[in-house]
């Protein structure tokens, strides 16, 4: 059974500084892997996608990268805004169809 | 942009009553889904659809139905509530099996 953690649980960071979120899945037969974001009370919003042969995805100030032989996924922020505030989840396509593993996210406070 | 939105925002039932959660995507997506939400369980399977008229159980489809008409809608349906189906209520839908998931806003259910 696939398992998929986020550590820290919590992170708060001054604005301006480069921060690494961090996801570790103990099965490495995955699809993909896609970050999200979800700001209090809303859905998710997608940020990036790394497919299974990628080794990483860069859009803007965030780069997620994907070491299945490790068993993790990073995701770099760069100069990091107040903006950026918000829980930050991994989900891993792997197994059965359409079996999707959600990590339980990283809640990101970035401080003015 | 792929577009998903979902009926309510927010929605306070009593217990036993019958209620409807409807989720729209407007990019001609095959796959919907609809996911809980609950604080240290993450998110959760509840059904999917990767067809009209077909669906497929998930992790947790105790107390719960689902519809799909059309190709564009994806309802959830409780039979009777009960208070323990409180929670964030969560409709994502994608392209194909392997692809990228886009998430509704998300309907926070209260069942008193």
Same mark, same amino acid.
């Given at each position: 059974?696939?398992?998929?953690?986020? /550590?820290?649980?919590?992170?708060?960071?001054?604005?301006?500084?480069?921060?690494?979120?961090?996801?570790?899945?103990?099965?490495?037969?995955?699809?993909?892997?896609?970050?999200?974001? =979800?700001?209090?009370?809303?859905? &998710?919003?997608? &940020?990036?996608?790394? =497919?299974?042969?990628?080794?990483?995805?860069?859009?803007?100030?965030?780069?997620?990268? $994907?070491?299945?032989?490790?068993?993790?996924?990073?995701?770099? /922020?760069?100069?990091?805004?107040?903006?950026?505030?918000?829980?930050?989840?991994?989900?891993?396509?792997?197994?059965?169809?359409?079996? %999707?593993?959600?990590?339980?996210?990283?809640?990101?406070?970035?401080?003015? | 942009?792929?577009?998903?939105?979902?009926?309510?925002?927010?929605?306070?039932?009593?217990?036993?009553?019958?209620?409807?959660?409807?989720? %729209?995507?407007?990019?001609?997506?095959?796959?919907?889904?609809?996911?809980?939400?609950?604080?240290? $369980?993450?998110?959760?399977? /509840?059904?999917?659809?990767?067809?009209?008229?077909?669906?497929?159980?998930?992790? /947790?489809?105790?107390?719960?139905? %689902?519809?799909?008409?059309?190709?564009?809608?994806?309802?959830?349906?409780?039979?009777?509530?009960?208070?323990?189906?409180?929670?964030?209520?969560?409709?994502?839908?994608?392209?194909?099996?392997?692809?990228?998931?886009?998430?509704?806003?998300?309907?926070?259910?209260? %069942?008193?």
């Amino acid at each position: 059974k696939q398992e998929v953690t986020q /550590i820290p649980a919590a992170l708060s960071v001054p604005e301006g500084e480069n921060l690494v979120l961090n996801c570790s899945f103990t099965d490495s037969a995955i699809y993909n892997l896609q970050w999200f974001r =979800q700001d209090p009370g809303k859905g &998710l919003t997608s &940020l990036l996608l790394i =497919q299974s042969s990628q080794r990483e995805q860069t859009s803007g100030r965030l780069n997620a990268s $994907l070491d299945k032989s490790s068993g993790r996924s990073t995701l770099y /922020i760069a100069a990091s805004q107040p903006g950026d505030s918000a829980t930050y989840l991994c989900a891993l396509h792997s197994g059965g169809y359409q079996k %999707v593993t959600f990590g339980t996210g990283t809640k990101l406070q970035v401080i003015p | 942009d792929v577009k998903v939105t979902q009926s309510s925002r927010y929605l306070v039932k009593r217990t036993g009553e019958k209620v409807f959660l409807e989720c %729209v995507q407007d990019m001609d997506h095959e796959n919907m889904f609809w996911y809980r939400q609950d604080p240290g $369980l993450g998110l959760r399977l /509840i059904y999917f659809s990767y067809d009209v008229k077909m669906k497929e159980k998930g992790d /947790i489809p105790e107390g719960y139905s %689902v519809s799909r008409e059309k190709k564009e809608r994806f309802s959830l349906i409780l039979e009777s509530a009960s208070t323990n189906q409180t929670s964030m209520y969560l409709c994502a839908s994608s392209l194909g099996t392997w692809n990228e998931q886009f998430f509704g806003p998300g309907t926070r259910l209260t %069942v008193l």
